[in-house]
């Protein structure tokens, strides 16, 4: 009985002291990356970039890209029942507002049917557009706009741009 005290206490205490252990481990050697700190470090959070005022409208990069939010939408109610953007952007609000009406393809369903109001496709509109924020990148990247990419392609002499 003596004995299987000892051995249970000895368990206790190994399993106490692997637990000890466990708590004071260091991070394993890696590089930062954009955290800049170690696996069990919690660094603080960063600011939260500051959302531009800017009047006016953004340059789009390419076809098609959705334009970008120049104001701040802090607080604005966008649900099922109500959107506020439309407040400004609808048809009937868009002139007095002197904001850009939605385009008409957000009247329009996935078969391309005209419709009376905007399509429930489209009624989210932070599903493709984003406020502007200015705020250094994470990191640095190659993009070039379509006529950035053209003017490279003329330059070429080809035009083509392609292999040869």
Known sequence: MKSFITT???????VLAMGVAAEKTTDAPRPDGLRGAGYSATPAAPPIAGVTDRKGREERNYPE???VIPHSIDGYQLDKRFNQCLDCHSRSASP??????VSITHFMDRNKQVLA???PDRYFCTQCHVPQTDVDPLVENQFETVD?????????GDGQGGAE
């Open 8 to 14: 249970v206490t000895l368990l206790v205490l190994t």
């Open 65 to 67: 890209q959705p334009p």
């Open 96 to 101: 007095e507002s002197g904001a850009p009406m």
């Open 117 to 119: 109001a905007v399509s």
């Open 148 to 156: 950035e990419v053209l003017r490279r392609l003329a330059e070429d």
